[in-house]
């Protein structure tokens, strides 16, 4: 599962795999905690992170939802998603 992002601590992966289920998501993981983020909605789907790092997560979601899409289409067609800048 390739990392596609990394900021403050927080990891952001996309599954590498063709057929991923829907909807179309990307897994956060900060120290022991882990979510998934429907892209679309930009909310917490699967699982939970602290306050502070559920808000950063979210807002670069939010600021980079094109391009997460972008990423989604790409791995359901067997390709590698691309990296995308950090939130600042």
């Not at 063709?18 to 983020?37: D, M, Q």
């Not at 691309?82 to 600042?88: C, E």
Request: charged share 20%; proline share 9%; net charge negative.
């Amino acid at each position: 599962m390739p990392t596609i992002s990394t900021f403050y601590g927080i990891i952001i992966r996309m599954y590498f795999a063709p057929g991923e289920h829907p909807p179309p998501h990307f897994h956060v993981y900060y120290n022991e905690y882990k979510a998934s983020v429907d892209i679309r909605t930009c909310e917490i789907i699967e699982g939970g992170l602290p306050s502070r790092q559920t808000k950063l997560a979210l807002a670069w979601a939010e600021l980079h939802q094109e391009e997460l899409l972008s990423d989604w289409d790409l791995i359901m067609n067997g390709k590698e998603p691309f990296k995308i800048q950090p939130l600042q």
